[in-house]
């Protein structure tokens, strides 16, 4: 409420500055010149405000899918192919994940394979009545 009444009085202020030095240097009125800057202002403001909207929204929408690609990666420690040493590799399942070696330097490509495994069913842990 107070940054809306803080904005009026700057409109107004600008306005009346405007309409004053309008009117001093034309024939026109002052209030011409007053009602003409208000609505130039309220205007350019309009478009301003829609602009920096804009903005803020596409750089949110940005953010928030670096965020969802971060989230679907996942770090593994993973063996070196060629010196069989441990390595910590960030991987994202929807690129192919290559790796360079931080012991030999050697290049390695992360081969990932799914498999199936059966559930195991726990049984109830009952104890039968007497
Ligand atoms: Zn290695």
Same mark, same amino acid.
Do not use: W
């Given at each position: !409420? ?5 904005? #009026? ?18 024939? $026109? ?28 929204? !596409?750089? %949110?929408?940005? /953010?928030?899918? $670096?965020?969802?690609? %971060? ?6 420690? #993973?063996?070196? $192919? ?17 790796? /360079? ?5 050697? /290049?390695?490509? %992360? ?14 842990? /009952?104890?039968?009545?007497?």
């Amino acid at each position: !409420m107070i940054q809306i009444l803080k904005s #009026i009085s700057v409109v107004a202020i600008v306005s009346c500055t405007f309409a004053y030095i309008g009117s001093k240097t034309t024939t $026109e009125p002052f209030a011409t010149f007053f009602i003409v800057s208000t609505a130039l202002q309220f205007i350019f403001f309009y478009f301003y405000n829609s602009i920096i909207t804009y903005v803020t929204r !596409m750089k %949110l929408e940005k /953010e928030n899918l $670096e965020a969802i690609r %971060l989230i679907n990666t996942n770090n593994v420690l #993973i063996n070196c $192919e060629a010196c069989k040493k441990l390595n910590t590799v960030r991987v994202d399942l929807s690129t192919i994940t290559q790796f /360079e070696c931080t012991h030999c330097n050697t /290049e390695n490509i %992360l081969n990932i394979e799914y498999k199936t495994i059966i559930k195991t069913k726990i049984p109830k842990n /009952e104890i039968p009545s007497i």
